[in-house]
């Protein structure tokens, strides 16, 4: 019997579950969201017939998508033709294989949130399988990634961690189809208007004053200090992105370069340069 061979993956996957379900039972499952969701949805009361009907419905139907979304991730989404409009996104996902995961996007985390956008996140090895015009819908990660502000809240922060690493140089295409509010702006009553093609950020200053300070209180977390921190090992996967600088220079606010956040153009362009101490190139 070979006792020096490494431990199979399926083992070492059980014994990092075991782990984190047992920190979670010493510490508690943190607060997902401090705060409900206001639900202000023009419409009559349920009678009492429909809920009637959604009792039946919970008791009797299947409901085997929506059951499978158990992936919960949260970040911020710029809509690209118009950047300083920019939304908080609760993700509901399912990942379907290594290397695709459909989500469903709510405004909230409660009963009451509403459904306002889809993002479909795919590896880099199937984004290298796009026609070059698709590409420009898909939008990178790895800002969003090593920023700390993508963040999959109630889980331990070592499974997060793993979590991120397999999101590394990944993409998404997101569509918004209901503007229902964002930092001291108010959102439509009902779904209005065309479906918004959302964006990511890549540079500091990119997001609007307050809108990740007010997600981190609210999940009592520290994305911009501790998170971003943490996600310091990852930078050694990074890879150029196609997509980084599509956002460039579109804000009011200066933007700064993120830590092995780099664009593919300007990586074979030549315009990028080494940052000390990643090994990863990005803009200056």
């Given amino acids: 019997m070979n006792h020096d061979r490494p431990p199979r993956p399926a083992r070492t996957a059980g014994r990092l579950l075991a782990c984190w379900v047992a920190a979670l039972a010493c510490h508690g499952v943190p607060s997902l969201a ?15 017939d429909t809920r009637a009907l959604e009792v039946a419905a919970k008791l009797l139907q299947r409901r085997s998508p ?6 919960v991730l949260n970040g911020f989404h710029p809509m690209k033709d118009r950047p ?3 939304m908080e996104a609760h993700h509901f996902c399912h990942q379907l294989n290594e290397d695709f995961t459909q989500c469903v996007l709510f405004d909230g985390h409660d009963e009451h949130a ?3 956008g889809v993002e479909y996140i795919i590896s880099e090895d199937l984004f290298e399988t796009l026609p070059e015009a698709e590409r420009a819908y898909w939008h990178p990660h790895n800002g969003e990634i090593l920023s700390g502000q993508l963040v999959a809240p109630g889980i331990p922060e070592s499974a997060e961690t793993l979590l991120m690493k397999k999101k590394m140089n990944s993409y998404g295409k997101t569509w918004h189809l209901w503007d229902t509010g964002h930092v001291g702006q108010a959102g439509d009553p009902l779904p209005f208007g065309a479906p918004m093609l959302a964006w990511s950020f890549n540079r500091e200053g990119e997001p609007l004053p307050g809108l990740v300070a ?4 609210r999940l009592r977390i520290d994305s911009v200090e501790h998170k971003r ?5 990852l930078l050694p996967l990074a890879k150029p992105q196609s997509g980084v600088d599509a956002l460039k220079g579109a804000l009011a606010r200066p933007g700064r370069r993120l830590p092995g956040v780099v664009d593919r153009a300007a990586t074979a362009s030549g315009t990028a340069s080494l940052p000390a101490g990643t090994g990863r190139e990005h803009l200056e």
């Fill in 214 to 217: 007010q997600r981190d209180r």
């Fill in 229 to 233: 921190a943490v996600r310091r090992k």
């Fill in 34 to 48: 401090a705060e409900p969701t206001t639900t202000d949805v023009p419409g009559r009361e349920k009678t009492a």
């Fill in 66 to 71: 929506v059951s499978e979304m158990n992936m």
């Fill in 114 to 116: 509403r459904l306002n």
């Fill in 84 to 86: 300083s409009h920019q």
